[in-house]
């Protein structure tokens, strides 16, 4: 079975990957908060930055789905794994945001396995464990 391994308040997890069912429900959860970043990043682009109202008009576009980033981001996490989500309270209590980013990064690896496919095209044999 493939797995991540991710440090979160200091102490290590085993992050186990989900079966192709529970991996696409999950993938499902990420459309709403990725969707909301990319449509306000999206929209901000059209702004023009010239003047402070428009500067203004910039922040409050990304400002809503950005500052609840980290929060949503905890809960993606603790949705993937029943490991995470049983040590929830001392993760909330010790981890970082930092640590909490990483470990996502780790379990985005695991829903969207795209390395395998790069490797077998490139020809690169090995595999991570």
């Known amino acids: 079975m493939k797995s991540a391994n991710v440090v979160l308040g200091g102490q290590g997890y085993e992050v186990k990957a989900l079966p192709i069912k529970q991996s696409k429900a999950w993938r499902a959860q990420l459309e709403g908060p990725f969707g909301a970043l990319a449509g306000a990043l999206e929209g901000a682009g059209r702004i023009e930055l010239g003047s402070g109202l428009d500067i203004g008009r910039l922040v409050r576009t990304v400002s809503g789905t950005l500052i609840g980033s ?15 989500a ?3 309270e001392r993760i909330e209590e010790e981890a970082y945001d930092e640590e909490a980013l990483l470990a996502l990064v780790e379990v985005l690896k695991l829903a969207y396995p795209f390395g395998v496919v790069l490797g077998m095209v490139s020809g690169r044999t090995a595999s991570r464990t």
């Open 86 to 88: 049983a040590d929830r």
């Open 70 to 84: 980290i929060d949503t981001l905890m809960e993606l996490l603790f949705a993937y794994s029943p490991e995470l």
